[in-house]
Protein backbone atom coordinates (compact mmCIF):
# COMPACT_ATOMS: atom_id res chain seq x y z
CA UNK A 1 0.00 0.00 0.00
CA UNK A 2 1.34 3.34 -1.05
CA UNK A 3 1.70 6.07 1.73
CA UNK A 4 2.35 9.71 1.80
CA UNK A 5 5.55 9.70 1.81
CA UNK A 6 5.97 7.49 -1.40
CA UNK A 7 3.96 10.22 -3.75
CA UNK A 8 4.40 13.72 -2.05
CA UNK A 9 5.81 16.62 -3.88
CA UNK A 10 8.26 18.29 -1.28
CA UNK A 11 7.60 21.34 0.14
CA UNK A 12 10.03 23.38 -1.59
CA UNK A 13 8.33 26.79 -1.61
CA UNK A 14 5.77 28.22 1.06
CA UNK A 15 4.95 31.79 2.48
CA UNK A 16 4.54 33.72 5.60
CA UNK A 17 1.65 35.54 7.42
CA UNK A 18 3.36 39.17 6.77
CA UNK A 19 3.61 37.85 2.82
CA UNK A 20 1.14 39.77 0.48
CA UNK A 21 -1.86 38.13 -2.38
CA UNK A 22 1.02 39.36 -5.10
CA UNK A 23 3.26 37.29 -3.34
CA UNK A 24 1.45 34.06 -3.52
CA UNK A 25 -0.02 34.39 -7.30
CA UNK A 26 3.60 34.93 -8.04
CA UNK A 27 4.70 31.93 -6.72
CA UNK A 28 1.84 29.86 -7.61
CA UNK A 29 2.44 31.21 -11.47
CA UNK A 30 6.82 30.78 -11.22
CA UNK A 31 6.36 27.68 -10.13
CA UNK A 32 3.35 26.12 -11.69
CA UNK A 33 1.52 25.17 -8.48
CA UNK A 34 -2.01 25.81 -7.38
CA UNK A 35 -1.36 26.03 -3.70
CA UNK A 36 1.16 27.19 -1.19
CA UNK A 37 1.23 26.54 2.98
CA UNK A 38 1.48 29.60 4.87
CA UNK A 39 4.10 29.01 7.69
CA UNK A 40 5.23 31.28 10.70
CA UNK A 41 8.13 30.43 12.44
CA UNK A 42 7.95 26.37 11.05
CA UNK A 43 4.51 26.40 12.16
CA UNK A 44 1.81 25.27 9.67
CA UNK A 45 -0.79 28.29 9.96
CA UNK A 46 -2.71 27.93 6.91
CA UNK A 47 -2.51 27.44 3.14
CA UNK A 48 -3.70 29.67 -0.37
CA UNK A 49 -4.76 28.18 -3.19
CA UNK A 50 -5.99 29.08 -6.17
CA UNK A 51 -9.71 28.64 -5.14
CA UNK A 52 -8.70 31.70 -2.39
CA UNK A 53 -8.11 33.88 -4.94
CA UNK A 54 -10.91 33.91 -7.01
CA UNK A 55 -13.27 36.76 -5.82
CA UNK A 56 -10.75 39.30 -6.07
CA UNK A 57 -11.09 43.06 -6.69
CA UNK A 58 -8.08 42.96 -8.94
CA UNK A 59 -9.88 41.49 -11.85
CA UNK A 60 -13.37 42.67 -10.85
CA UNK A 61 -14.98 39.45 -9.45
CA UNK A 62 -15.16 40.59 -5.83
CA UNK A 63 -18.56 41.65 -6.24
CA UNK A 64 -20.98 39.38 -7.53
CA UNK A 65 -24.70 39.29 -7.89
CA UNK A 66 -26.86 38.03 -4.34
CA UNK A 67 -30.34 37.73 -3.81
CA UNK A 68 -31.35 40.33 -1.27
CA UNK A 69 -32.55 37.72 0.99
CA UNK A 70 -29.30 35.85 1.16
CA UNK A 71 -27.65 39.11 1.59
CA UNK A 72 -30.02 39.12 4.77
CA UNK A 73 -29.56 35.25 5.59
CA UNK A 74 -25.69 35.75 6.00
CA UNK A 75 -26.10 39.17 7.94
CA UNK A 76 -23.36 41.75 8.05
CA UNK A 77 -20.57 39.66 9.80
CA UNK A 78 -20.50 37.23 7.10
CA UNK A 79 -20.70 40.01 3.83
CA UNK A 80 -17.78 41.68 5.96
CA UNK A 81 -15.71 38.76 5.80
CA UNK A 82 -16.15 38.12 2.47
CA UNK A 83 -14.97 41.77 1.33
CA UNK A 84 -11.99 41.55 3.47
CA UNK A 85 -10.96 38.20 1.50
CA UNK A 86 -11.72 39.71 -1.71
CA UNK A 87 -9.95 42.93 -0.77
CA UNK A 88 -7.28 42.53 1.57
CA UNK A 89 -3.65 42.17 0.38
CA UNK A 90 -2.65 40.12 3.17
CA UNK A 91 -2.12 35.97 3.23
CA UNK A 92 -3.68 35.84 6.68
CA UNK A 93 -6.74 37.36 5.67
CA UNK A 94 -6.96 35.14 2.69
CA UNK A 95 -5.35 31.70 3.85
CA UNK A 96 -7.75 29.11 4.97
CA UNK A 97 -6.56 28.05 7.99
CA UNK A 98 -8.66 25.14 8.78
CA UNK A 99 -6.25 23.29 6.82
CA UNK A 100 -6.69 19.14 6.91
CA UNK A 101 -3.40 17.68 7.16
CA UNK A 102 -1.61 14.14 6.74
CA UNK A 103 1.30 12.53 8.17
CA UNK A 104 4.17 10.48 5.66
CA UNK A 105 2.72 7.28 6.53
CA UNK A 106 -0.95 8.33 6.13
CA UNK A 107 -1.77 5.74 3.40
CA UNK A 108 -2.68 6.82 -0.02
CA UNK A 109 -6.68 5.86 0.65
CA UNK A 110 -6.99 7.27 3.46
CA UNK A 111 -5.58 10.66 1.56
CA UNK A 112 -8.52 9.44 -1.10
CA UNK A 113 -10.79 9.91 1.50
CA UNK A 114 -9.98 13.02 2.85
CA UNK A 115 -9.72 14.36 -0.30
CA UNK A 116 -13.25 12.99 -1.49
CA UNK A 117 -14.70 13.84 2.12
CA UNK A 118 -13.32 17.64 2.63
CA UNK A 119 -13.66 18.86 -1.27
CA UNK A 120 -9.91 19.47 -1.70
CA UNK A 121 -7.29 19.01 -3.98
CA UNK A 122 -4.08 18.99 -1.84
CA UNK A 123 -3.31 18.28 1.43
CA UNK A 124 0.01 19.17 3.49
CA UNK A 125 1.83 16.20 5.20
CA UNK A 126 3.65 16.90 8.28
CA UNK A 127 6.67 15.50 10.34
CA UNK A 128 6.75 16.29 13.80
CA UNK A 129 4.35 19.26 13.34
CA UNK A 130 6.85 20.59 10.25
CA UNK A 131 5.62 20.52 6.63
CA UNK A 132 8.09 18.17 4.59
CA UNK A 133 5.86 17.87 1.90
CA UNK A 134 2.03 18.07 -0.28
CA UNK A 135 -0.01 15.38 -1.83
CA UNK A 136 -2.08 17.13 -4.05
CA UNK A 137 -4.64 15.10 -6.82
CA UNK A 138 -1.69 15.47 -9.69
CA UNK A 139 0.64 13.41 -7.46
CA UNK A 140 -1.98 10.64 -6.87
CA UNK A 141 -2.18 10.77 -11.23
CA UNK A 142 1.32 10.42 -11.43
CA UNK A 143 1.32 7.29 -9.21
CA UNK A 144 -0.84 5.79 -11.59
CA UNK A 145 1.70 5.57 -13.95
CA UNK A 146 4.58 5.20 -12.01
CA UNK A 147 2.99 1.76 -10.71
CA UNK A 148 2.67 0.55 -14.68
CA UNK A 149 4.94 -2.68 -15.01
CA UNK A 150 5.69 -3.63 -18.73
CA UNK A 151 3.79 -6.50 -20.08
CA UNK A 152 5.55 -9.52 -20.48
CA UNK A 153 4.59 -13.02 -22.97
CA UNK A 154 2.64 -15.51 -20.84
CA UNK A 155 4.39 -18.48 -20.54
CA UNK A 156 2.73 -21.94 -20.73
CA UNK A 157 3.19 -22.95 -17.41
CA UNK A 158 1.54 -19.54 -16.42
CA UNK A 159 -1.92 -20.52 -17.46
CA UNK A 160 -2.62 -22.28 -14.33
CA UNK A 161 -1.90 -19.23 -12.13
CA UNK A 162 -3.70 -17.11 -14.24
CA UNK A 163 -6.38 -18.85 -14.29
CA UNK A 164 -6.24 -19.53 -10.29
CA UNK A 165 -5.61 -15.80 -9.64
CA UNK A 166 -9.02 -14.56 -11.88
CA UNK A 167 -10.59 -17.56 -10.39
CA UNK A 168 -10.02 -15.71 -6.58
CA UNK A 169 -10.63 -12.22 -7.58
CA UNK A 170 -14.04 -12.86 -8.95
CA UNK A 171 -14.77 -14.86 -5.63
CA UNK A 172 -14.06 -11.90 -3.65
CA UNK A 173 -16.32 -9.59 -5.70
CA UNK A 174 -19.99 -9.03 -4.54
CA UNK A 175 -21.27 -7.94 -8.49
CA UNK A 176 -20.74 -11.63 -9.54
CA UNK A 177 -24.10 -12.69 -10.34
CA UNK A 178 -23.46 -16.10 -11.75
CA UNK A 179 -21.51 -18.46 -10.10
CA UNK A 180 -21.77 -21.62 -12.69
CA UNK A 181 -19.84 -19.71 -15.22
CA UNK A 182 -16.27 -20.76 -16.09
CA UNK A 183 -12.99 -19.39 -16.75
CA UNK A 184 -10.16 -21.37 -19.01
CA UNK A 185 -6.78 -20.01 -20.19
CA UNK A 186 -4.47 -20.78 -22.67
CA UNK A 187 -1.36 -19.75 -23.70
CA UNK A 188 -2.34 -16.00 -21.69
CA UNK A 189 -5.85 -16.17 -23.64
CA UNK A 190 -8.67 -15.64 -21.36
CA UNK A 191 -12.24 -17.24 -22.21
CA UNK A 192 -15.00 -16.55 -20.14
CA UNK A 193 -17.88 -19.80 -20.34
CA UNK A 194 -21.69 -19.81 -19.42
CA UNK A 195 -23.83 -16.37 -18.76
CA UNK A 196 -24.20 -12.96 -17.69
CA UNK A 197 -26.83 -10.79 -16.53
CA UNK A 198 -25.46 -7.45 -16.89
CA UNK A 199 -23.23 -5.84 -19.41
CA UNK A 200 -21.86 -4.19 -16.36
CA UNK A 201 -21.25 -7.26 -15.42
CA UNK A 202 -19.30 -8.16 -18.02
CA UNK A 203 -17.24 -5.46 -18.54
CA UNK A 204 -15.81 -5.52 -15.06
CA UNK A 205 -15.12 -8.86 -15.20
CA UNK A 206 -13.36 -8.11 -18.57
CA UNK A 207 -11.45 -5.22 -16.61
CA UNK A 208 -10.86 -7.56 -13.61
CA UNK A 209 -8.81 -9.96 -15.86
CA UNK A 210 -6.94 -7.60 -18.00
CA UNK A 211 -5.08 -7.18 -14.60
CA UNK A 212 -3.85 -9.92 -14.18
CA UNK A 213 -0.44 -10.46 -14.90
CA UNK A 214 0.32 -12.54 -18.20
CA UNK A 215 -3.29 -12.46 -19.72
CA UNK A 216 -2.61 -11.13 -23.68
CA UNK A 217 -6.03 -11.39 -24.80
CA UNK A 218 -9.90 -12.26 -23.77
CA UNK A 219 -12.57 -14.31 -25.51
CA UNK A 220 -15.87 -14.06 -23.92
CA UNK A 221 -18.45 -16.84 -25.12
CA UNK A 222 -21.26 -16.13 -22.08
CA UNK A 223 -25.11 -15.48 -23.36
CA UNK A 224 -26.49 -12.95 -21.52
CA UNK A 225 -28.81 -14.35 -19.00
CA UNK A 226 -32.69 -14.07 -19.21
CA UNK A 227 -34.50 -12.86 -15.76
CA UNK A 228 -38.22 -13.27 -15.65
CA UNK A 229 -40.14 -10.33 -15.14
CA UNK A 230 -41.18 -10.68 -11.63
CA UNK A 231 -37.48 -11.51 -10.44
CA UNK A 232 -36.46 -7.76 -11.54
Known amino acids: MLIAKDIMSPSAVSVGLDSTVADVADILVSHKISGVPVIDRGVL ?47 CDVMTSDVVTVTETTTVVEIIDLLERKNIRRVPVLRNGQVVGIVCRADLVKAILASETPPHPAEMNDDNRIRAEIQA ?28 ITDEERKASHILAENIAGVRAIDDHRTPLAIPYGMM
Open 45 to 91: CGIVSEGDLLRRMEIGTDRHFRPWWLRLFKGNAILAADYIKAHSVHV
Open 169 to 196: ALRSESWLSEENSTVTVQNGIVTFWGAY
